[in-house]
């Protein structure tokens, strides 16, 4: 059973830092592509980075660099580092990767920045 499992999070000041780590378990770790997304309260959930099975990442424009995205293949895990935090950027985080078609999700994290 493919599971992930994310922490960090949590409060912190505007242009402060955090970062996430996402733990995989359960299906083969090296090349798997990996998605950070977010959900704004209100808003729909929307893409943050993706790192591809090829290792290129994408940033959507409203946090290029900002946060970075990066994997430890050791420890199955990848990592979303967060910094510049504003208030714009409170939401649930969520971590999701693709095995064989299927689509599955982290818990999710919330993430409050105070101005």
């Known amino acids: 059973q493919v599971q992930l499992v994310e922490s960090g999070g949590g409060l912190v000041q505007t242009g402060g830092s955090l970062r996430f780590s996402c733990a995989i378990s359960?299906?083969?770790?090296?090349?798997?592509?990996m998605g950070w997304y977010r959900q704004i309260p209100g808003k729909q959930r929307e893409l943050v980075a993706i790192?591809?099975?090829?290792?290129?990442?994408n940033y959507e424009y409203f946090v290029k660099g900002r946060f970075i995205v990066s994997r430890d293949n050791a420890k199955n895990r990848f990592y979303l580092q967060m910094n510049r935090l504003n208030p714009e950027d409170t939401a649930i985080y969520y971590c999701?990767?693709?095995?064989?078609?299927?689509?599955?999700w982290g818990q999710g994290t919330q993430v409050t920045v105070s101005a």
């Open positions: 999701r990767t693709w095995v064989s078609g299927d689509s599955y």
């Open positions: 359960g299906t083969g770790f090296n090349n798997r592509p």
């Open positions: 790192i591809s099975s090829e290792g290129s990442i």
